[in-house]
């Protein structure tokens, strides 16, 4: 296709992905999920699972195979600039209040599931079309202990502002325990894709291009950085010029871990973490999130659910894999968690809603799985398994709350005073 004809295309395309994604959104909020539970699945809806299944002609004259590459660039901006506000959001003083409790939690979170990853590993890696011809058992078995380890810490942290529950011991510690939890797993999805395919130098870049960027960005990068807070503490705003500096930072970080061969999201959460807090982050979040939330993070959920495939899982052999996977997910994840709190001191009631809230995936699983694809370690057959579990674990999360923990949860003395049970 030409440019012209692509640029015809690509409008049409973004009226259909907006128009599906508010729609389904907001069919999500008036069952009590949250809006990005309803663009999670309009993404898939856009898909060959349904869109092109009921419509085939239809769905490749929308979404032809050319028109994908400029997708794929609109996709990867949205969710730079997404995990670049996550790490603006990260509060990195949450892991001194609870350290103990939040620690045992995370661990319990990854270790449980990374087990589990090791024993579904050898199993899966024999079934055609799962992972890549040239992946390894360890590289698989780390790939599926990050992948069913991750927690959706935007939306956990979403759910703890809706419910009223910020500054609690709950709200505390599932914060705490998040950050922990998805920097591990982001930390071994980093070394499974340094491993991967390109050999010990490659790995030796990726590995060390990573560390060194982090030692950088959070020592003297964060040094550096207070000038440009300064700058906005003084303009009493962050101006349109110091909005492209910040926008350049950006993409100087997301190019620079794309370069080393880690990938963008790092760069860009990490330069988030580094921001001073204050006028800046509080400016960044109020300029920046609307465009990416609304506009981009849809292009990422299309272009996710067109690599979707449920129809794949349309044997007894993919099912029971499917049912595996999300077993081990919510075991790994749910029952870990809430056996880790318990052992803590924490009492059941806020066992129960932790474990409730760290087993979400939500748009982390995502992320982690595009990746995976991306880079040849997993194929379509798995990453539709895997887009049905972050699905099916993301519906779970705020009703198994409310029924363990209450719908109407605020930060009260009630909450602070709850007696303990179990």
């Known amino acids: 296709m030409s440019a012209p004809e692509l640029s015809v295309v690509f409008f049409l395309q973004m009226f259909v992905i907006l128009a599906a994604c508010r729609l389904v959104g907001l069919a999500a909020k008036r069952i009590g999920q949250p809006q990005v539970v309803g663009e999670m699945i309009a993404g898939v809806l856009l898909g060959p699972s349904l869109f092109g299944l009921m419509m085939p002609a239809w769905q490749k004259e929308l979404f032809p195979a050319d028109s994908l590459k400029v997708l794929f660039v609109g996709a990867q901006l ?3 600039i997404y995990m670049f506000l996550v790490g603006v959001e990260f509060r990195i003083e949450l892991f001194h209040s609870r350290v103990k409790s939040a620690a045992a939690v995370s661990l319990s979170g990854m270790l449980v599931p990374f087990v589990l990853g090791a024993l579904l590993a050898p199993w899966l890696l024999k079934v055609p079309g799962l992972f890549g011809e040239k ?111 910040s926008l350049m930072l950006f993409m100087l970080a997301a190019w620079a871990m794309d370069a080393v061969g880690v990938h963008a999201v790092f760069g860009g959460f990490l330069l988030g973490v580094a921001m001073p ?102 194929q379509p057959a798995l990453f539709s398994v895997m887009v049905l579990m972050a699905i099916v674990t993301t519906l779970m999360a705020t009703p198994i709350f409310e029924l363990v923990y209450g719908r109407k949860a605020r930060a009260t003395g009630e909450l602070e005073g709850a007696p303990m049970d179990g």
């Open 135 to 245: 992946v390894r058992l360890h590289e698989a078995a780390l790939f599926l202990g990050a992948a069913i380890a991750i927690t959706a810490f935007p939306m956990l942290a979403r759910i703890i502002y809706e419910r009223g529950l910020t500054g609690t011991p709950l709200g505390t510690l599932a914060l705490a325990a998040g950050a922990i939890d998805d920097a591990a797993a982001w930390c071994v999805l980093a070394v499974v894709i340094a491993s991967f395919g390109g050999g010990a130098m490659v790995a030796v870049k990726a590995i060390g291009g990573g560390v060194v960027y982090a030692v950088l960005m959070l020592t003297v990068g964060r040094r550096l950085l207070l000038r440009l807070g300064a700058a906005v503490e003084r303009a009493g705003q962050l101006t349109p010029q110091l909005l492209a500096v």
């Open 78 to 80: 949205g969710v730079g």
């Open 277 to 378: 807090r204050g006028r800046l982050t509080k400016e960044l979040q109020r300029q920046l999130e609307p465009f990416a939330v609304v506009c981009l993070l849809p292009m990422f959920f299309t272009y996710s659910g067109l690599n979707t495939r449920l129809d794949m899982v349309n044997n007894l052999e993919m099912l029971g894999i499917a049912l595996a996977v999300l077993a081990a997910s919510c075991l790994g994840k749910f029952g870990a968690c809430w056996a880790a709190a318990r052992l803590s001191g924490e009492d059941n009631r806020t066992s129960l809603a932790l474990g409730a809230l760290m087993n979400s995936r939500g748009l982390m699983e995502l992320i982690i799985i595009n990746i995976g694809l991306q880079k040849g370690i997993i």
